[in-house]
Protein backbone atom coordinates (compact mmCIF):
# COMPACT_ATOMS: atom_id res chain seq x y z
CA UNK A 1 0.00 0.00 0.00
CA UNK A 2 2.93 2.28 1.05
CA UNK A 3 6.23 1.86 -0.44
CA UNK A 4 8.07 3.00 2.62
CA UNK A 5 5.94 0.25 4.70
CA UNK A 6 6.65 -2.73 7.13
CA UNK A 7 5.47 -5.90 5.52
CA UNK A 8 3.79 -8.17 7.92
CA UNK A 9 1.70 -11.45 7.99
CA UNK A 10 -0.01 -13.84 9.69
CA UNK A 11 2.97 -15.78 10.48
CA UNK A 12 4.60 -12.69 11.89
CA UNK A 13 1.81 -11.77 14.04
CA UNK A 14 2.40 -15.43 15.41
CA UNK A 15 6.07 -15.18 16.29
CA UNK A 16 5.00 -11.66 18.14
CA UNK A 17 2.65 -13.79 20.21
CA UNK A 18 4.65 -16.87 20.75
CA UNK A 19 7.46 -14.36 22.20
CA UNK A 20 5.67 -11.50 24.19
CA UNK A 21 2.11 -13.19 25.16
CA UNK A 22 2.08 -16.91 25.12
CA UNK A 23 -1.26 -17.18 26.31
CA UNK A 24 -2.84 -15.97 23.16
CA UNK A 25 0.00 -17.92 21.07
CA UNK A 26 -2.38 -20.63 20.38
CA UNK A 27 -5.74 -18.40 19.31
CA UNK A 28 -6.48 -18.50 15.88
CA UNK A 29 -5.13 -15.01 13.72
CA UNK A 30 -6.35 -13.74 10.38
CA UNK A 31 -6.16 -10.71 8.66
CA UNK A 32 -9.04 -8.44 8.63
CA UNK A 33 -11.28 -7.46 5.07
CA UNK A 34 -9.62 -4.06 4.94
CA UNK A 35 -6.55 -4.26 6.15
CA UNK A 36 -6.81 -0.64 7.31
CA UNK A 37 -3.79 2.42 5.83
CA UNK A 38 -1.72 3.30 8.80
CA UNK A 39 -2.19 -0.08 10.50
CA UNK A 40 -1.96 -4.01 9.55
CA UNK A 41 -5.26 -5.28 11.46
CA UNK A 42 -5.41 -8.85 12.61
CA UNK A 43 -8.04 -10.55 14.59
CA UNK A 44 -6.96 -13.05 17.28
CA UNK A 45 -9.43 -15.22 18.14
CA UNK A 46 -13.25 -13.91 18.97
CA UNK A 47 -12.63 -11.06 21.15
CA UNK A 48 -9.21 -9.21 20.53
CA UNK A 49 -7.41 -8.03 17.45
CA UNK A 50 -3.55 -7.03 16.33
CA UNK A 51 -2.47 -3.34 15.41
CA UNK A 52 1.29 -3.61 13.59
CA UNK A 53 1.89 0.11 12.62
CA UNK A 54 2.69 0.18 8.91
CA UNK A 55 5.76 3.11 8.74
CA UNK A 56 7.47 4.21 11.89
CA UNK A 57 5.57 7.48 12.37
CA UNK A 58 1.82 5.32 12.44
CA UNK A 59 3.78 4.12 16.26
CA UNK A 60 2.65 7.54 18.32
CA UNK A 61 -1.29 6.69 17.00
CA UNK A 62 -0.64 3.65 19.21
CA UNK A 63 0.77 5.75 21.95
CA UNK A 64 -2.07 8.24 21.93
CA UNK A 65 -4.61 5.50 21.44
CA UNK A 66 -3.15 4.35 24.82
CA UNK A 67 -4.09 7.33 27.20
CA UNK A 68 -7.46 8.45 25.34
CA UNK A 69 -9.14 5.35 24.57
CA UNK A 70 -9.88 4.60 27.74
CA UNK A 71 -11.04 8.00 28.54
CA UNK A 72 -13.32 8.33 25.89
CA UNK A 73 -15.22 5.32 25.49
CA UNK A 74 -17.30 5.48 28.40
CA UNK A 75 -18.75 8.93 27.02
CA UNK A 76 -19.61 7.74 23.00
CA UNK A 77 -22.89 6.75 21.68
CA UNK A 78 -21.09 4.03 19.65
CA UNK A 79 -19.05 0.75 20.83
CA UNK A 80 -14.77 1.79 20.91
CA UNK A 81 -12.36 -0.94 20.75
CA UNK A 82 -9.92 -0.34 23.61
CA UNK A 83 -6.47 -1.53 24.50
CA UNK A 84 -5.88 -4.49 26.23
CA UNK A 85 -2.01 -4.78 25.83
CA UNK A 86 1.17 -3.67 24.00
CA UNK A 87 3.90 -5.03 22.52
CA UNK A 88 7.44 -4.42 21.83
CA UNK A 89 9.52 -5.09 18.69
CA UNK A 90 10.66 -8.21 18.27
CA UNK A 91 10.39 -11.14 15.52
CA UNK A 92 11.89 -8.95 12.74
CA UNK A 93 9.35 -6.65 13.40
CA UNK A 94 11.20 -2.91 14.54
CA UNK A 95 8.06 -1.25 16.17
CA UNK A 96 5.83 -1.06 18.76
CA UNK A 97 2.76 -2.58 18.44
CA UNK A 98 -0.68 -3.63 20.31
CA UNK A 99 -3.46 -5.79 21.13
CA UNK A 100 -6.96 -4.39 21.36
CA UNK A 101 -10.82 -5.44 22.06
CA UNK A 102 -12.63 -6.80 19.17
CA UNK A 103 -16.11 -4.95 18.26
CA UNK A 104 -18.46 -7.47 16.55
CA UNK A 105 -20.54 -5.63 13.44
CA UNK A 106 -20.13 -5.08 9.88
CA UNK A 107 -18.00 -2.49 8.37
CA UNK A 108 -20.22 0.01 7.32
CA UNK A 109 -19.10 0.30 3.46
CA UNK A 110 -20.03 -3.89 3.19
CA UNK A 111 -23.33 -3.60 5.15
CA UNK A 112 -24.26 0.00 5.21
CA UNK A 113 -27.20 1.08 7.70
CA UNK A 114 -30.86 0.62 6.71
CA UNK A 115 -32.22 4.20 7.39
CA UNK A 116 -30.72 7.26 6.10
CA UNK A 117 -32.19 9.85 8.42
CA UNK A 118 -32.00 7.54 11.90
CA UNK A 119 -27.88 7.27 10.78
CA UNK A 120 -27.99 11.27 10.44
CA UNK A 121 -29.37 11.47 14.23
CA UNK A 122 -26.45 8.90 15.23
CA UNK A 123 -23.83 10.43 13.54
CA UNK A 124 -25.21 13.68 15.14
CA UNK A 125 -25.50 12.21 18.53
CA UNK A 126 -21.37 11.36 17.95
CA UNK A 127 -20.19 14.26 17.16
CA UNK A 128 -22.13 16.05 19.92
CA UNK A 129 -20.62 13.46 22.47
CA UNK A 130 -17.37 14.62 21.22
CA UNK A 131 -17.96 18.20 21.71
CA UNK A 132 -18.45 17.39 25.46
CA UNK A 133 -15.02 16.08 25.92
CA UNK A 134 -12.53 18.32 26.92
CA UNK A 135 -8.77 17.78 24.86
CA UNK A 136 -7.25 19.54 27.99
CA UNK A 137 -5.31 21.27 25.75
CA UNK A 138 -3.90 18.20 23.97
CA UNK A 139 -3.79 16.76 20.03
CA UNK A 140 -3.09 19.36 18.31
CA UNK A 141 -3.42 18.63 14.88
CA UNK A 142 -0.03 17.68 13.73
CA UNK A 143 1.76 14.06 11.61
CA UNK A 144 0.42 11.98 13.94
CA UNK A 145 -3.40 12.47 12.51
CA UNK A 146 -2.64 13.97 9.29
CA UNK A 147 -3.03 17.76 10.44
CA UNK A 148 -7.45 16.62 10.59
CA UNK A 149 -8.63 19.49 12.44
CA UNK A 150 -6.43 22.20 11.31
CA UNK A 151 -6.85 25.05 8.73
CA UNK A 152 -7.62 24.18 5.35
CA UNK A 153 -4.73 26.17 3.71
CA UNK A 154 -2.35 23.11 5.20
CA UNK A 155 -3.88 21.37 2.39
CA UNK A 156 -3.94 23.83 -0.11
CA UNK A 157 -0.84 22.23 -2.43
CA UNK A 158 -1.49 18.03 -1.88
CA UNK A 159 -5.35 18.88 -2.88
CA UNK A 160 -4.68 21.23 -6.07
CA UNK A 161 -1.79 18.52 -6.87
CA UNK A 162 -4.63 15.77 -6.97
CA UNK A 163 -7.16 18.13 -8.35
CA UNK A 164 -4.30 18.54 -11.20
CA UNK A 165 -3.61 14.51 -11.43
CA UNK A 166 -6.69 13.71 -11.35
CA UNK A 167 -7.62 16.08 -14.70
CA UNK A 168 -9.71 13.77 -17.61
CA UNK A 169 -10.84 11.51 -14.91
CA UNK A 170 -12.81 14.08 -12.35
CA UNK A 171 -14.71 17.21 -13.35
CA UNK A 172 -11.39 19.39 -12.34
CA UNK A 173 -13.22 22.68 -12.79
CA UNK A 174 -16.17 21.91 -10.40
CA UNK A 175 -13.56 20.28 -7.91
CA UNK A 176 -11.31 23.28 -7.80
CA UNK A 177 -14.77 25.53 -7.57
CA UNK A 178 -15.88 23.85 -4.09
CA UNK A 179 -12.29 23.77 -2.99
CA UNK A 180 -11.66 27.36 -3.58
CA UNK A 181 -15.23 28.09 -2.00
CA UNK A 182 -13.65 26.55 1.45
CA UNK A 183 -10.78 27.89 1.17
CA UNK A 184 -12.65 31.20 1.65
CA UNK A 185 -14.61 30.15 4.16
CA UNK A 186 -13.49 31.93 7.67
CA UNK A 187 -11.83 29.71 9.89
CA UNK A 188 -12.48 27.90 13.19
CA UNK A 189 -12.34 31.05 15.86
CA UNK A 190 -13.10 28.79 18.77
CA UNK A 191 -12.34 26.21 21.66
CA UNK A 192 -10.51 23.16 19.64
CA UNK A 193 -12.81 20.40 19.51
CA UNK A 194 -12.31 16.73 19.93
CA UNK A 195 -12.13 14.72 16.45
CA UNK A 196 -12.30 11.18 15.61
CA UNK A 197 -10.66 12.67 12.27
CA UNK A 198 -12.22 9.97 10.27
CA UNK A 199 -15.28 8.99 10.34
CA UNK A 200 -16.56 7.42 7.28
CA UNK A 201 -17.94 3.98 6.20
CA UNK A 202 -14.55 1.90 6.65
CA UNK A 203 -14.48 2.91 10.44
CA UNK A 204 -18.34 3.00 11.51
CA UNK A 205 -19.87 -0.46 12.34
CA UNK A 206 -23.59 -1.45 11.78
CA UNK A 207 -25.44 -4.14 13.98
CA UNK A 208 -29.08 -4.91 12.95
CA UNK A 209 -29.36 -2.12 10.32
CA UNK A 210 -28.07 0.42 12.82
CA UNK A 211 -24.05 2.17 13.61
CA UNK A 212 -22.90 0.62 16.70
CA UNK A 213 -19.48 0.57 16.58
CA UNK A 214 -16.52 3.38 15.47
CA UNK A 215 -12.67 2.22 14.99
CA UNK A 216 -9.74 3.18 14.12
CA UNK A 217 -8.80 6.28 16.23
CA UNK A 218 -5.57 6.86 15.16
CA UNK A 219 -6.21 10.50 13.57
CA UNK A 220 -7.71 11.53 17.07
CA UNK A 221 -6.93 15.14 17.41
CA UNK A 222 -8.68 18.71 18.73
CA UNK A 223 -9.23 21.60 16.32
CA UNK A 224 -12.01 22.69 13.72
CA UNK A 225 -14.84 20.23 13.63
CA UNK A 226 -15.37 20.58 10.06
CA UNK A 227 -12.97 17.57 10.30
CA UNK A 228 -15.53 15.05 11.93
CA UNK A 229 -18.73 17.29 9.80
CA UNK A 230 -17.33 15.90 6.67
CA UNK A 231 -18.55 12.65 7.26
CA UNK A 232 -21.88 14.12 5.76
CA UNK A 233 -20.97 13.83 2.57
CA UNK A 234 -18.89 10.42 3.08
CA UNK A 235 -22.22 8.42 4.65
CA UNK A 236 -25.61 10.36 4.05
CA UNK A 237 -27.78 11.45 1.50
CA UNK A 238 -28.70 14.44 0.57
CA UNK A 239 -31.81 14.69 2.91
CA UNK A 240 -29.99 13.04 5.64
CA UNK A 241 -27.38 15.73 5.18
CA UNK A 242 -30.03 18.34 5.89
CA UNK A 243 -31.52 16.52 9.07
CA UNK A 244 -27.67 15.59 10.52
CA UNK A 245 -26.77 19.90 10.04
CA UNK A 246 -29.66 20.99 11.60
CA UNK A 247 -29.60 18.40 14.60
CA UNK A 248 -25.47 19.74 15.07
CA UNK A 249 -26.61 23.27 14.06
CA UNK A 250 -23.51 23.90 11.97
CA UNK A 251 -22.62 27.31 10.88
CA UNK A 252 -22.48 27.75 7.19
CA UNK A 253 -18.23 28.54 7.16
CA UNK A 254 -17.65 25.36 9.38
CA UNK A 255 -20.44 23.53 6.18
CA UNK A 256 -18.23 24.98 3.92
CA UNK A 257 -14.80 23.68 5.40
CA UNK A 258 -16.59 20.22 5.94
CA UNK A 259 -17.44 19.95 2.07
CA UNK A 260 -13.56 21.54 1.40
CA UNK A 261 -12.51 18.50 3.60
CA UNK A 262 -14.53 15.55 1.70
CA UNK A 263 -13.10 17.21 -1.01
CA UNK A 264 -9.66 16.94 -0.66
CA UNK A 265 -9.50 14.07 0.99
CA UNK A 266 -11.57 12.16 -1.86
CA UNK A 267 -9.37 13.35 -4.97
CA UNK A 268 -5.81 13.01 -2.57
CA UNK A 269 -6.60 9.50 -1.91
CA UNK A 270 -7.91 9.17 -5.36
CA UNK A 271 -4.85 10.73 -6.63
CA UNK A 272 -2.67 7.93 -4.27
CA UNK A 273 -4.13 4.92 -4.09
CA UNK A 274 -4.98 2.40 -7.11
CA UNK A 275 -7.54 -0.42 -7.35
CA UNK A 276 -4.90 -2.59 -6.82
CA UNK A 277 -3.50 -1.09 -3.81
CA UNK A 278 -6.51 0.26 -1.61
CA UNK A 279 -9.96 -0.84 -3.77
CA UNK A 280 -11.69 -0.26 -0.68
CA UNK A 281 -10.79 3.39 -0.06
CA UNK A 282 -11.09 3.95 -3.93
CA UNK A 283 -14.39 3.12 -4.35
CA UNK A 284 -15.57 5.19 -1.20
CA UNK A 285 -13.20 8.22 -2.00
CA UNK A 286 -15.22 7.83 -5.26
CA UNK A 287 -18.55 7.89 -3.59
CA UNK A 288 -17.52 11.04 -1.44
CA UNK A 289 -16.48 13.00 -4.67
CA UNK A 290 -19.60 12.30 -6.46
CA UNK A 291 -21.81 13.68 -3.10
CA UNK A 292 -19.65 16.66 -3.03
CA UNK A 293 -19.92 17.41 -6.33
CA UNK A 294 -23.40 16.70 -6.90
CA UNK A 295 -24.22 19.09 -3.67
CA UNK A 296 -22.06 21.78 -4.56
CA UNK A 297 -24.06 25.47 -5.93
CA UNK A 298 -21.11 26.02 -8.14
Not at 20 to 31: D, G, K, R
Not at 66 to 92: C, D, E, H
Not at 237 to 261: C, I, N, P, Q, S
Request: proline share 8%; with cysteine; charged share 25%.
Amino acid sequence: MHADEVHTDVELVRRLLAEQFPEWAELPVEPVRFFGTDNAIYRLGEELSVRLPRREHNVQQLEKERVWLPLIAPRLPLAVPVPVSFGKPGAGYPFDWAVYSWLEGEAAYETPPADPIRTADDLASLLAAFAQIDPAGRLQPGRHNAGRGGPLALRVEPCRNAISALAGEIDAAAATAVWEEALAAPEWSREPVLLHGDLDARNLLVTDGRLSGLVDFGTLGAGDPAADVMVAWKMLTLEARKRFRRELAVDDATWMRARGWALSQAVIALAYYTMETNPVLVRQARGWLAEVLADSPA
